[in-house]
């Protein structure tokens, strides 16, 4: 094993203990000099400043790499490279090496990941060039959550990090990006209620913000846990975002959350909140309008079609290309080379940012337009083995373990949500997030595996004591 072999310099008993600081120091000094000449933007100066910093975590705190990137908001993280941050992943799973040693097997969970990740590889679609660099970004992207989620297994795995720290961590994150959104979002607007900064994907983190804190707030009350004075401010202040947010995927995914919430501990929060959600639905008509809206986004003009904004005339177009290339798929990037008047005719549909391409809207519609049968069936069993782990663990002995896996529970709805009625794997922030809670979850589930396997070897090899007792071997 190379941690076994791995020998650290003895800094005590050479240069390199003066030599390091003087090192540092003149490597701020630096950059500090290229931005003040102007060769560098501000951005980049803090990138300079702040990757060998979390180079370092990465190797001797890996699992401070995964609490940097709840902690901060997203609109910190998303201007990083995503190759940078395939770096930091591969340093922090480095660091992990030296001093736990790596597991690598199917029950870290990323195997369907990876699967994905080489079909993506050898599949290749013939598309034009523009086409090939965003599919390529995404594969990149892939890649970047895989390695995120490993990670996020071995700090479970190996118990270097609290569900409560990286809770908070989490919580934090999101209150930052809630300060930030009014002047970082594209709407700037205070006028109605209806054109809030916080509507649009910012009301994803919204309801992860209510989910964690609502289940927290319930499971510490029927559990007896000292609870936070901070849970309860912030359950309203998250609950009120995800409502003004007026999404109806998030809506869906906070009454789940009070229907989890109801069966845990008995109580009727979810007849409570469904029922005041109905009576909303009837009396204020602009909350009426999201759950049925009378535009069809010119993609149809039927019920099913008013419901999903047009998503299912979007749907059966791509189920078509997908059944076109039987079994197989048209090939990675196909998705990317469609536009709007490709599928509709007409400009525009389904498209934002200044980008031609189609968004999908269904993360399991899209590898199987790209890949076929072999893709969504791949990204069919991570979520099948993700569920098992979970309702193993919140059906399981272990009091801990069940508590830990049920607040993580709002984070994936809300992925498993974006996933099938808009685009997860696009969506960094939301994506990044729910990698690094199911890496916990499979990571948490080895660790029980692993804790229930010594007690039962404990229990074969008891030997009698003196005394006439048992001493576990």
């Not at 934002?352 to 899209?366: A, V």
């Amino acid at each position: 094993m190379i941690r076994n072999h791995f020998s650290p310099p003895r800094f005590a008993e050479g240069v390199l203990v003066g030599l390091l600081p003087t090192l540092a120091a003149a490597y701020g000094l630096g950059v500090v000099a290229l931005f003040a000449s102007g060769r560098v933007a501000l951005l980049q100066a803090a990138v300079l400043l702040g990757v060998p910093v979390v180079l370092a975590l990465g190797m001797l705190r890996p699992e401070w790499t995964i609490l940097l990137i709840v902690a901060l908001p997203p609109s910190v993280i998303s201007p990083i490279p995503v190759l940078l941050l395939v770096v930091i992943m591969l340093v922090a799973l480095f660091g992990f090496l030296l001093q736990e040693g790596l597991r690598l097997g199917p029950k870290t969970g990323v195997y369907p990941l990876v699967g994905i990740i080489v079909l993506a590889i050898t599949m290749k679609g013939d598309t034009l060039a523009e086409a090939t660099a965003a599919a390529d970004a995404m594969l990149k992207v892939l890649i970047y959550y895989t390695l995120l989620m490993l990670v996020a297994f071995h700090a479970a795995a190996n118990g270097r990090m609290r569900i409560d720290t990286f809770l908070n961590a989490l919580l934090l994150g999101i209150v930052g990006a809630a300060v930030l959104q009014p002047f970082v979002g594209s709407i700037r607007s205070f006028e109605t209620i209806t054109y809030t900064p916080f509507r649009g994907q910012f009301a994803y983190l919204a309801v992860m913000g209510f989910g964690v804190t609502y289940v927290r707030l319930s499971l510490n009350r029927s559990a007896g846990r000292r609870q936070s004075a901070l849970d309860v401010p912030l359950t309203l202040a998250f609950l009120c975002l995800t409502a003004i947010g007026f999404g109806r995927a998030t809506w869906i995914a906070a009454l789940w959350v009070f229907a989890l919430v109801s069966k845990w501990t008995g109580r009727k929060s979810f007849w409570i909140a469904s029922s005041l959600f109905l009576v909303i639905v009837l009396t204020v008509p602009v909350v009426g309008e999201r759950v049925l809206p009378g535009r069809t986004s010119g993609a149809g003009n039927e019920t099913l079609a008013r419901v999903t904004t047009g998503r299912s005339v979007l749907w059966g177009k791509l189920w078509e290309r997908g059944v076109e290339a039987w079994p197989l798929g048209q090939g990675w990037g196909y998705v990317e080379s469609l536009n709007s008047v490709d599928l509709f005719g007409i400009k525009g549909e389904f498209s934002s940012g200044g980008n031609p391409f189609i968004y999908p809207h269904n993360d399991f519609l899209y590898l199987f337009v790209q890949l076929g049968i072999l893709g969504f069936g791949l990204i069919a069993a991570y979520w099948f083995d993700l569920f098992r782990k979970i309702r193993l663990l919140s059906h399981g002995r272990t009091e801990a373990a069940r508590y830990g896996v049920r607040v993580l529970i709002p984070v994936i709805i809300v992925m498993f949500v974006v996933q099938l009625f808009d685009n997860g794997f696009a969506i960094g922030f939301v994506a990044d997030r729910f990698f690094i809670s199911a890496g916990f979850i499979f990571g948490l589930h080895y660790l029980v595996g692993q804790s229930e396997r010594l007690d039962v070897v404990g229990s074969r090899f008891a030997v009698p004591s003196r005394a006439g007792g048992m001493l576990n071997w």
